[in-house]
């Protein structure tokens, strides 16, 4: 990894999605949630970023704490 990647916002989104589906899938949802937020921040508008976001909207409708979609494992 070359420094000039680290300040690509698609390689900076591309990263975190990656780490958040990661440890979502398997059901670190505290560790997920906050590299979802990454991805979404980084400002690149490509197909991980409505991923992320589609991703936290089913979260927060689902009403409940990360703890709680931990023990639904809810994706």
């Given at each position: 990894m070359k420094d000039s990647d680290t300040k690509d916002p698609s390689y900076v989104s591309s990263v975190a999605w990656i780490l958040g589906v990661t440890s979502a899938q398997a059901g670190r949802y505290?560790?997920?949630n906050p590299w979802l937020q990454v991805c979404m921040e980084a400002g690149a508008n490509i197909p991980p970023r409505n991923r992320a976001s589609g991703t936290l909207s089913r979260w927060k409708t689902a009403g409940c704490g990360l703890s709680e979609l931990t023990r639904q494992?809810?994706?």
């Open positions: 505290d560790e997920a494992r809810i994706n």
